[in-house]
């Protein structure tokens, strides 16, 4: 089973990310998206990433893709970084270039290690300005 993704953002923005990597490579498994909204705060985050852990195999790792390093997705992850015995990370900044890499990377090698540095790596790459290029 592949390494398990919970992608957590601020708004709707989780599910548009999961649906964006969808349409372009395909129907994804063992992925969960958690959506924070108004009104909600960190003990509502870590009440849903509970649920989407139960419903995933986390054998291989877990990581976590939050859109705000420090934000609230973030540090609801931290907390279970910190205290549950699972092997997981946090990787902030989630971007389309980021996601679709380590989604296909782990359907190739699922290295729980090597899919961090790749998100990280293609992440950076994947922010460009033309003029600079051109």
Same mark, same amino acid.
């Given at each position: 089973?592949?390494?398990?993704?919970?992608?957590?953002?601020?708004?709707k923005?989780?599910?548009?990310? #999961?649906?964006? +990597?969808?349409?372009?490579?395909?129907?994804?498994?063992?992925?969960?998206?958690?959506?924070?909204?108004?009104?909600?705060?960190?003990?509502d985050i #870590?009440?849903?990433?509970?649920?989407? $852990?139960?419903?995933?195999? =986390?054998?291989?790792? #877990?990581?976590? #893709?939050?859109?705000?390093?420090?934000? &609230?997705?973030?540090? +609801?992850?931290?907390? $279970?970084?910190?205290?549950?015995? =699972?092997?997981?990370?946090?990787? &902030?900044?989630?971007? =389309?270039?980021?996601?679709?890499e380590?989604?296909?990377?782990?359907?190739e090698?699922?290295n729980f290690?090597?899919?961090?540095?790749? +998100?990280?790596?293609?992440?950076?790459?994947?922010?460009?300005?033309?003029?600079?290029?051109?």
């Amino acid at each position: 089973m592949n390494t398990a993704i919970i992608i957590c953002t601020h708004g709707k923005l989780a599910t548009e990310f #999961l649906n964006t +990597a969808e349409l372009i490579i395909g129907k994804q498994k063992n992925i969960k998206t958690i959506n924070f909204f108004t009104g909600e705060n960190i003990d509502d985050i #870590l009440k849903k990433y509970e649920i989407a $852990i139960k419903n995933l195999n =986390i054998k291989n790792g #877990l990581i976590f #893709l939050v859109d705000i390093w420090g934000g &609230s997705p973030f540090n +609801a992850a931290n907390k $279970i970084l910190n205290e549950k015995n =699972i092997t997981c990370d946090i990787i &902030s900044g989630i971007n =389309i270039p980021m996601i679709l890499e380590i989604l296909m990377e782990r359907e190739e090698n699922d290295n729980f290690e090597k899919l961090i540095k790749i +998100a990280i790596k293609n992440g950076k790459i994947g922010i460009k300005n033309t003029k600079k290029i051109f």
